[in-house]
């Protein structure tokens, strides 16, 4: 164990829509909800003016809906999102060389090359440092957790948000967690809060003062060792440079129910085309080809299968993963449709009976309108350092896919544009061959609002805004 809270974690507060506000001078204050805003949409990330209406991550749009109709509901921009986060984590490498990204938005420190022996008071005051300069130079605030270990920084971050530091002195670990709720600590879900529950250990100090010896009995060897060294503040996890993503995957939502297998087989090989393309960019392949769906009743089901060599061979994938669809019941409809492949190496073995099988047709495109809102969410932490920025380019792929299988101009509530009379603004509303634009921007005031055509020639998509640092005022999600 560290000697000194020298371990942080940095989060962004409510990152999307911090941006919608930083970037929407007329949202800031407001609550704001970003994701699929669809029918079959899913809520990806809420402003703390929307979770006042009890809106939380992962909800159904419409039930966003019900709670707060008068919400601004925007698509996801993630190239605006990339763009803060690089400003943010280029920031972040300026304090230590030791920095763990775990996601677009949140990341591990560890001052130990840079503030050897430092104490309490001066870790304090390079946190509030780094918060003060994040804001300043990107509108954005940040909340930090810091302590001896990954587990107590990544504990208090959450507690200190929004825009605060919360620091746990050395020594005071076990103190600060034995009042939390076990589900708290990582790795304590409801199957096994509740497992705890029924021998009446409902917060970490009960845990804590179980013993090991119990609390193997009761979980696990593995998983009982580790949970109750977490009740105690034990945790020497290092903060690691380089992560490797330990899974490649595509999913999208469709807008009603699909029963078709002619279609869904579109939808397969169009997912694995990504998949593919993002496991050659990254130099990767995998042994297990995994289908991810989700029935009417918000079921999910997961199959796999695992192969004899690694693999990035798209007609592969494509040939198990219908393979396990064929295997399932699609009479009652599917709503989502994923295909991934995990087990990843940095080599690949071709399958040598692989061209003494008959090949699979090619790749077919989708009709256009045929895909629904992809379901965006917080990008997985347990990915590779930027592995949420792969994601996010995933979904800003799947965004430029889209709109270019329509022949008509798409409009996306939330997105940038341009017109050659009014300059830069964004779509606030679009339908019936219309398209509402307010124009305004990070460094203006609330901007006035025009309607015009869908097909009006002198509006067209833009790249996101640029915040200054020079420029004055700052994001409204806090």
Known sequence: ??????ILHLDLDAFFTAVEQLHKPSLRGKPVVVGGVGGRGVVSTAS?????????????TAEARRRCPNAAYLYPRFPAYRDCSLAVMSLVREVTPLVEQVSIDEAYLDLTPTHPGADADEVAAVAEGLRARIRATTGLTASIGAGTSKLVAKIHSDLAKPDGLALVPAGEEAERLAPMSVRAIPGVGPATAARLATHGIG????LAE?????????LGRAHGTQLHAFALGLDDREVVTERAAKSVSAETTFDVDVTDRVRLGLHLRELAERVGERLRKDGLSGRTVVLKVRRHDFSTLTRSTTLDQPTDDVPLVVRHAER???????????????VGVSGLSLYTQPDLLDGLLDAPEPPVRAASGDEGDEEFVRPDAGGGAGSGLKDAAEGEAALTEEAAMTSAPTWRAGQDVTHAEHGAGWVQGSG??????RFEGPHTEVGRIRTFAADDPALAPADPPVWHAQAEGGAGAG
Request: charge should be positive; hydrophobic fraction near 50%; proline fraction near 4%.
């Open 48 to 60: 703390y003016e929307a979770r006042v209406f009890g809106i939380r991550s992962a909800m159904p």
């Open 210 to 218: 179980l013993g090991a010896d119990e609390a193997v009995r009761l």
């Open 324 to 338: 396990l669809l064929a295997g399932l019941d699609v009479a009652d409809g599917l709503r989502l449709l994923g």
């Open 1 to 6: 164990m560290r000697s000194a809270p020298v």
């Open 432 to 437: 019936v061959g219309r398209v509402t634009v």
């Open 203 to 206: 917060t970490v100090g009960r």
